[in-house]
């Protein structure tokens, strides 16, 4: 059930329960804030903390108080909870620890958390173990300790796992507008999902940050994307640690190309939410998506005064997905009228410090480089330090840059090469204007690429994981013949427990052949692999040096174009895995691979298969014919349905290779572990 958190988070009226220094941080700071509503200290022998009179109890209070800061014990935080339920309270924050998040120390852990969640019934809690919010917008506060924002009138909201990372996001000098900064806790009731929902519909929220450890509620998850989508507003998400995946011992190619954050990267990009890999660039994104929101093309302009800057973005550009179109004809004549012959046109543009201080010069030179193929242009500005220098040289690009903004409509960015070169008054100032002010070339850039990704997500839920299980590897002999039943191609074959009867297999079966061992995993690697056996007596004799205990026969699959590799696995935390890579000898050679999450479109896998290195291959390549897209895709649909008819139980699919000719694809090698 989906709580509503909009009165917790926008309250009206506050109670801090306890007297320590934690709550008495709470009410100094939302008075400093200039909290508009009531502030309501409860304390069972204080006469007044920081001012306010103190009332004895929760139903001592003159009304139920819309969000509760409970700074007690957390055996005591149980009783106050279901005091503020049973008054009919909008929320309440949980600041002690020592419930589930504890439960490797304290077994009793589980048990309080149960409890907690009982006594809150349908009141929304966040936590507990959790700092608690900051609402910037309307100066409220729950929250026990030092923090570094100021007022907006809007901006983004951040919510954290982490109470720490969120105080340090708290002390940005950025010039980010924060609304909201928001700790989750272990979410006990309240998860990160649920609450970014409520921050969404704050219409003063422009874009939501999100900083993950652990995603726990799947739908709830895929909510929050949708009501994203239907806002408009964007969502970007640095994710952090480990996925249960990881933890898990595995014997295929599959589990390890997936690798141990496969599951959260194709959920993200399932789902259309960006994704920063640190916090300097989490921060530079939602300062950008705050002022234009997604970038409808990954193509920059950028523009200095010198050719080391220009050079020096150019080759920061070079590993991110991001184009410097050329320069047309229109932007070479204005860039000519504005500069003169001595300055060498080109994207990125040095356009050398000739016309500094003439600010009609400067705004031609950067309104000329705007242009409706380029998604944002970029001025590169390192402004001098105000302590030891005179920035007031610099004023002229500031005025120039807001009267090209102004004159052209275009999206305008100033950069500065380093963080601590764009002074937050100066940033501030630029934000203003609906110019984005990056700290740092390298994180404007990284903003700018993830800014720029493909919105489309898809529209099918994701197929939920099973439980992590105690799961049995299948015979390749079985495997094949069960995949076989959902559509997958398999080899002519024939099974034998014994060296007696392998001669009479390998006759049935037909020339050339390959002959596999059975009960060992990793054939290939122990020699229980011999390929293109021409004669019962060459099967044979390979058989007897094979330390099996039994024998696969099958036909010798000719007419190899390419390769592949189909694998499936149950990733507790996101889904089901599907790994799409080079195939045979080449799985940890190249280790080109991509991940999608169960169930996907035609269209997800058809351009998942064309991301890969090996792509060429597939349509012909000097000379080669193609392969057969549509058996390959039949394949792959049939992997697929397997997966979905035994979601309950299903651990493991690996097909490879899976051998692609012009006509066929047929899985050659197939592993398969259920959960009995």
């Not at 903390?49 to 509760?68: C, H, K, N, Q």
């Not at 909870?81 to 309270?89: D, F, M, N, P």
């Not at 995993?521 to 229980?528: C, I, N, P, S």
């Not at 149950?570 to 080079?582: N, W």
Request: charged share 20%.
């Amino acid at each position: 059930m989906t709580r509503d958190l909009k009165r917790l988070l926008r309250p009206r009226s506050i109670a801090v329960v306890g007297g320590g220094a934690w709550c008495r941080q709470v009410v100094m700071q939302s008075a400093r804030m200039g909290f508009e509503g009531d502030i309501w200290p409860v304390h069972p022998t204080a006469e007044s903390i920081e001012g306010y009179p103190v009332f004895r109890s929760v139903d001592a209070l003159p009304a139920a108080p819309d969000a509760t800061f409970i700074g007690v014990n957390r055996e005591a935080t149980i009783d106050i909870v279901a005091a503020l339920s049973q008054r009919g309270s909008s929320g309440a924050v949980c600041f002690a620890s020592g419930f589930l998040e504890a439960q490797a120390e304290d077994t009793f852990g589980a048990d309080l958390q149960a409890d907690l969640l009982d006594a809150a019934g349908e009141m929304p809690v966040l936590g507990p173990n959790c700092y608690g919010f900051i609402n910037y917008l309307d100066g409220a506060l729950l929250w026990p300790d030092q923090h570094g924002g100021r007022r907006v009138e809007g901006g983004v909201a951040i919510v954290t796992q982490s109470s720490n990372i969120a105080i340090n996001l708290t002390m940005q000098s950025r010039a980010l507008p924060l609304a909201y900064v928001v700790t989750a806790g272990n979410q006990a009731q309240s998860g990160i999902s649920e609450i970014g929902m409520a921050l969404l519909e704050d219409p003063r929220v422009t874009a939501l940050g999100l900083h993950i450890e652990g995603i726990g509620d799947l739908r709830a998850f895929e909510a929050l994307a949708t009501k994203a989508r239907e806002l408009n507003k964007p969502v970007v998400a640095i994710k952090v640690g480990r996925s249960d995946q990881a933890r898990r011992a595995t014997i295929s190619h599959t589990a390890s190309l997936a690798g141990q954050d496969a599951g959260a990267a194709a959920l993200l990009r399932r789902l259309g939410i960006l994704r920063a890999d640190d916090l300097s660039t989490f921060l530079e994104t939602l300062k950008l998506l705050h002022i234009a929101g997604r970038l409808p093309q990954n193509t920059v302009a950028t523009i200095s005064c010198s050719g080391g800057e220009a050079s020096l973005a150019a080759d920061t550009a070079v590993t991110l997905p991001l184009s410097f179109p050329a320069l047309n004809d229109r932007q070479k004549t204005d860039l000519r009228a504005a500069l003169g012959s001595r300055v060498a046109l080109a994207n990125p543009l040095d356009y050398h410090t000739y016309i500094w201080r003439d600010v009609p010069a400067m705004t031609r030179t950067f309104a000329a480089m705007a242009d409706s193929d380029v998604a944002i242009t970029i001025l590169i500005v390192d402004f001098p330090r105000a302590d030891l220098c005179d920035p007031s040289d610099w004023d002229c690009v500031i005025e120039a840059v807001k009267e090209a903004a102004k004159q052209t409509g275009s999206l305008y960015a100033v950069a500065a090469s380093l963080p601590e070169l764009m002074p937050e008054g100066v940033a501030s100032d630029f934000l203003a204007s609906d110019i984005v002010p990056f700290s740092g070339l390298s994180e404007a850039l990284a903003a700018c690429a993830i800014a720029a990704r493909p919105s489309a997500a898809s529209a099918l839920p994701v197929l939920l994981p099973s439980a992590p299980q105690s799961a049995e590897l299948i015979s390749e002999a079985e495997a094949k013949e069960a995949l076989a039943k959902y559509g997958l191609r398999i080899p002519r074959s024939r099974q034998c427990s014994d060296l007696p009867r392998v001669r009479d297999c390998s006759t049935a079966v037909g020339y050339p052949q390959v002959l596999k061992g059975e009960g060992i995993a990793h054939k290939t690697e122990t020699g229980a692999v011999v390929l293109n056996l021409t004669t019962s007596e060459e099967t044979c004799a390979a058989a007897q040096s094979m330390n099996a205990t039994g024998f696969l026969i099958e036909e010798m699959i000719g007419n190899s174009v390419l390769e592949l590799l189909i694998g499936v696995i149950s990733d507790p935390a996101h889904g089901f895995l599907l790994t799409l890579g080079a195939g045979g000898t080449h799985t940890e050679l190249l280790q080109d691979s991509v991940s999608l999450l169960l169930p996907v479109t035609e269209a997800e896998v058809t351009n998942a298969l064309n991301s890969l290195r090996i792509a060429p291959r597939l349509s012909g390549y000097r000379g080669a014919p193609p392969v057969s897209m549509p058996a390959i895709l039949t394949a792959i649909r049939a992997v697929e349905a397997f997966a979905v008819a035994h979601a309950e139980h299903l651990q493991e699919i690996e097909i490879n290779p899976l051998i692609c000719t012009p006509t066929d694809a047929i899985a050659a090698d197939a592993l398969l572990r259920l959960a009995r």
